[in-house]
């Protein structure tokens, strides 16, 4: 049994060095660099997919419009099983095999893409897909758990930074593909996509198993041997708790679509401002999240600082929401500073909250059922990406500017509610709020 030091130097501790020296020298040691390399390897696949699939889709399959909405709305419900599924099963064997069945899985299901051309059988694969996709997260965040510890903020850091850069360089190699516009250079890209799992496959299969339990991330407070302890449910669907901070955590998540679709949408509908700010969106926040991903990190390492994540990511959230909604009826100018400052504050909500709601999740869940409990809160990533985007057009932005300044509202006072849940659920848990120290101790 090894103890660490007092309570700040825990809370503290999310690394040393910079970017490019965590890289080097990552939470996990060589077992996570290799890992990092793997998930950047994967998401410059993610990065060929998100920006040519539409267009391969439409020109190479000869979808129509209505029918690749179908196929990607399947697609995502289809995605939010992978999560619990890959939970599940990570609590019955090991993760890393695991997570290279995922891999091969994809890699199978693109190649069938390349050979499907009926709706019916596109839609099959490409569900399978996204499956494999959200188990495959979900795995690489219980690697993270296991092989990083108690500094395991630090590689959701690095992860975030690593997983931004490929997606960025993937996007930027469809570019070129796109570019040219040959069908033969849409089967490139996404042959490129399914040929990324191939290496992040190999690369996982270079890395060692990581502990089967993590190690305890808080000192438990002294119970009186005359105390009873309270019942706990058996696993995360009856854990009542856990589950309302999923509920919760699922608009804690609205920034993806707020960047990805609101802002966007918005801005060519409802203001002045010039249709070119659009790809400046995407590169702020990828510039942002590689940038500054590090130093926010140290803003949600451990259990007073997570939940106090948590109310910032609602107060930058409602200043984003409504900065948008002053963005209408402003002149050119004001409408583009407007927007370019809600690109920046939904990005450093972003920040906060990736890592915040991690190790929440972390730590509300029971160490030895803790794959489990991880499975069901990656779900609330899944949920949004499908129930986001027609939240906002639907509702948000019919409803004009104070759509967007009632759901910063309501952000902002979820967020209170998440907060206040959390911080009391950790003191049940023996989780000091006030700050307690990470203890080194093998689970």
Not at 20 to 29: K, S, T, V, Y
Not at 178 to 207: E, K, P, Q
Not at 355 to 366: G, N, Q, Y
Not at 407 to 436: D, K, N, T, Y
Request: aromatic share 6%; net charge positive; glycine share 12%.
């Amino acid at each position: 049994m090894r103890r660490t030091g007092g309570s700040e130097a825990a809370e503290t501790e999310v690394g040393h060095g910079g970017l490019i020296a965590q890289l080097r020298n990552p939470p996990g040691g060589r077992d996570a660099r290799i890992m990092l390399l793997a998930l950047a390897v994967d998401r410059t696949g993610s990065g060929l997919w998100a920006a040519s699939s539409v267009l391969y889709l439409t020109f190479v399959t000869h979808l129509s419009a209505q029918q690749i909405g179908v196929l990607l709305g399947t697609a995502g419900v289809a995605g939010i099983a992978g999560s619990p599924l890959a939970g599940r099963l990570a609590g019955r064997f090991p993760v890393r095999p695991l997570l290279i069945g995922c891999h091969l899985l994809r890699l199978v299901t693109l190649t069938l893409v390349l050979l499907c051309t009926s709706f019916g059988a596109l839609l099959v694969v490409v569900a399978v897909t996204y499956l494999g996709d959200r188990a495959a997260k979900t795995l690489e965040m219980l690697f993270a758990t296991r092989a990083a510890g108690e500094r395991r903020v630090a590689y959701q850091a690095l992860s975030r930074s690593a997983a931004n850069a490929g997606y960025g360089l993937g996007a930027g190699l469809a570019a070129i593909g796109l570019a040219v516009g040959t069908t033969d250079a849409y089967r490139a890209l996404i042959l490129g996509n399914a040929l990324s799992f191939v290496v992040a496959a190999a690369l996982v299969w270079r890395t060692g198993e990581p502990a089967g339990r993590t190690r305890e991330v808080a000192r438990a407070e002294p119970v009186p041997d005359d105390a009873t302890p309270a019942p706990r449910p058996k696993g995360p669907w009856r854990d009542r708790g856990y589950l309302r901070f999923v509920l919760l955590d699922i608009p804690m998540n609205l920034d993806d679509s707020v960047l990805a679709v609101g802002l966007p949408l918005w801005l060519v509908s409802r203001t002045s401002a010039p249709h070119a700010l659009v790809p400046a969106f995407l590169v702020i926040n990828t510039v942002l999240v590689v940038v500054l991903q590090l130093a926010v990190s140290r803003r949600a390492e451990g259990p007073r600082k997570a939940v106090r994540a948590v109310l910032l990511y609602g107060v930058l959230m409602f200043v984003c929401c409504a900065l948008t909604a002053g963005a209408t009826g402003c002149g050119t100018w004001a409408a583009a500073t407007a927007l370019l400052a809600a690109a920046v504050l939904v990005t450093m909500a972003e920040l906060m909250r990736s890592v915040s709601s991690w190790e929440l999740a972390v730590l509300l869940s029971p160490p030895d059922e803790r794959a489990a409990y991880l499975g069901v809160a990656g779900m609330s990533q899944s949920i949004q990406k499908s129930a986001g985007p027609p939240l906002l057009t639907g509702v948000v932005m019919a409803a004009g500017p104070v759509g967007w300044l009632a759901l910063g509202a309501v952000v902002a006072g979820l967020a209170v509610v998440q907060q206040r849940g959390c911080a009391g659920r950790l003191g049940v848990l023996g989780a000091s709020v006030r700050g307690a120290a990470p203890a080194g101790k093998a689970a």
